[in-house]
């Protein structure tokens, strides 16, 4: 089996809780019928700054941009998403996180999903997280 993996394209922090290496990749492709597993995003911009502080619908699109960009790197698009896991800090958000997703997804190609509120996630100012596993060939 070969596996390509494709790293972070920048570090998360210079310093703190969250700087030097980190033990995850941005997605891991399979090859054999082709899997890619895209690890949690958050709202992070290219700067690693969080994007629509206190805004979830702004914070669920940078999530889904990101996204794009391992899809991108891997060869595929949101139609080959078969499963997201979105983790919520507050689940009366719901709307705005849908309404974002159906610009993303394809009706004809929805993935399977699963949306759990949470108490917090990896930075103060995230609101919602989402990874993802697509197939493709």
Do not use: C, W
């Amino acid at each position: 089996m070969q596996k390509t993996i494709y790293p972070l394209e920048s570090e998360i922090a210079k310093e703190g809780t969250f700087s030097g290496p980190l033990a995850f990749a941005n997605g891991v492709q399979v090859e054999g019928g082709k899997l890619l597993f895209v690890s949690g995003q958050l709202a992070f911009d290219d700067r690693m700054q969080i994007i629509g502080k206190g805004d979830m619908g702004a914070q669920t699109r940078q999530v889904l941009e990101n996204i794009k960009k391992a899809l991108t790197a891997a060869g595929a698009t949101f139609k080959d998403i078969i499963r997201v896991q979105v983790f919520v800090t507050d689940l009366t958000d719901f709307r705005a996180v849908h309404d974002v997703r159906l610009e993303y997804f394809d009706p004809d190609h929805l993935p399977a999903s699963t949306l759990i509120q949470v108490a917090g996630l990896a930075h103060a100012d995230a609101l919602i997280e989402i990874d993802a596993v697509a197939a493709f060939e």
